[in-house]
């Protein structure tokens, strides 16, 4: 799953770059406006997907440590 964020990560920030490009390349005010939102929509996609990966790290790094804990030994009775 980490592979395949990273994967979409890279996706929407190329395409916020493709976004950022256009919008330099036009004399258009609104138009430079709506791929600048674009662009920014791109980002904010980007770094919503690195919050979930990185959430997800923590995660398997918790179940990770959880499973190398030594079980405690039992109490008497």
Do not use: V
């Amino acid at each position: 799953m980490l592979q395949k964020l990273a994967s979409h990560i890279s996706d929407c920030l190329a395409r916020a770059a493709d976004a950022d490009r256009r919008a330099d390349g036009i004399s258009d005010p609104t138009m430079r406006s709506d791929y600048r939102q674009m662009a920014n929509g791109w980002r904010h996609l980007a770094a919503s997907y690195q919050f979930s990966e990185s959430l997800e790290r923590f995660i398997l790094d918790a179940e990770r440590a959880k499973k190398a804990e030594p079980t405690p030994p039992a109490a008497p009775q």
